[in-house]
């Protein structure tokens, strides 16, 4: 790469490596609303799936001591509300309601991280790929590596775009785990 450049990453960038979209994200909260009691999962192994990911998370929520009714009541809130997004949701009812969304959010994107995922991507949406063959060409090391000429601004929560420079870069031909680390850190992926 040898021009400055700024790469955005929109909702979906980090779907091929096996994290969910927005939509996705939010059925997975609004399903919380009926998680006690629920016999949802015994009718297939995609929805089966779905339903130990959520039974998942509601543990480890319940485990932060976030009561069962409150997870229950933001997943209520959110799919009543008809908004598109749990970050409108959060804009729209204030801290409260936001910390436990927050919560949420990072509990479904940790239960979907998989380094399996991140290493063998959908190939139809790899954008990474192309964008490490370009960072990388002509070059025989991490150090050569210019990342300064690159800005990321990102909308994503999850940390895929770390992982995937950190993991690439080690790769590398007379890496360094030091000058792989300091490098991804200065890109600074920057999220609103």
Known sequence: MSAESVLVLGAGASVPYG??????????ICD?????GSDLGFYGSEINADYQRRKRVFEALKQLGIPEAEIENLGRMLAESKLPSIDRLVFHCGKEIGDVARLLIAAFLLDSESEIALQNPRAE????SPLWSSLTAG???ISEVVTDKLAVFTF??????EWLLFSAGMTCPLRSHLDTNRRVQRLG???P
Not at 19 to 28: A, E, M, Q
Not at 32 to 36: D, F, G, I, S, W
Not at 156 to 161: A, F, P, T, V
Request: aromatic residues 16%.
């Open 19 to 28: 994290f969910p979209t927005g939509n996705v994200l939010k059925n997975w």
């Open 32 to 36: 919380l609303r009926n998680h006690r």
């Open 125 to 128: 949406g790899d954008w990474f």
């Open 139 to 141: 070059r025989k090391s």
């Open 156 to 161: 994503n929560y999850d940390r895929s775009l």
């Open 189 to 191: 992926a920057t999220a």
